[in-house]
C-alpha cells in the first residue's frame, strides 16, 4: 500500500504508539510527551487514521469518560523500509546511503553497518 508521508509531529504521534504494549487514548500520549498539546495530539490521530497508519482499537475509560484507543497500523520497522524505498526512488539508493554514511559521527554503528554489508554479501555468494 502506497501511504503518505507523515509530518514531524504525527511521527512522534507514532514513535510513542510504537513504544505503548498497548493502545493509547490521546490524554495517555500527551502524558507521554511535555511539549504536546492535546488539539494538536487529537488532529494527528485524525490524520493518521485517515492515511492508514492507526486505528481505534478499543473505547475506554480515561478517568470518567470514554475515550478511543489507537493502535498503530504500520510498525516501525514497515515504516523505515518504506521511508527508505521513498527516498532511493528520488535519489537512487547509492545516493541515500552515502549521504547517510557521509553524515554519520558514529564509528561503531559504522562498524556495524560494515559488518551487515559483508554478512549480506557473503548471503548473495552463497545463494548462487
Request: overall charge neutral.
Amino acid at each position: 500500500m502506497n501511504r503518505k508521508t507523515l509530518s514531524p509531529r504525527q511521527l512522534q504521534v507514532m514513535e510513542i504508539l510504537w513504544e505503548a504494549k498497548e493502545g493509547m487514548t490521546a490524554s495517555a500520549i500527551v502524558k507521554s510527551s511535555p511539549d504536546l498539546q492535546i488539539n494538536t495530539v487529537q488532529a494527528s490521530l485524525r490524520s493518521l487514521v485517515a492515511k492508514k497508519y492507526v486505528q481505534v482499537g478499543d473505547i475506554v475509560y480515561s478517568g470518567t469518560v470514554l475515550s478511543r484507543s489507537y493502535i498503530p497500523l504500520v510498525s516501525r520497522e514497515e515504516y523505515l523500509e518504506m521511508s527508505c524505498r521513498q527516498l532511493s526512488r528520488l535519489s537512487g539508493p547509492s545516493l541515500v546511503f552515502a549521504n547517510f554514511i557521509q553524515a554519520e559521527k558514529n564509528e561503531a554503528l559504522l562498524d556495524e553497518l560494515e559488518e551487515m554489508i559483508q554478512q549480506r554479501k557473503k548471503e548473495l555468494k552463497e545463494g548462487e
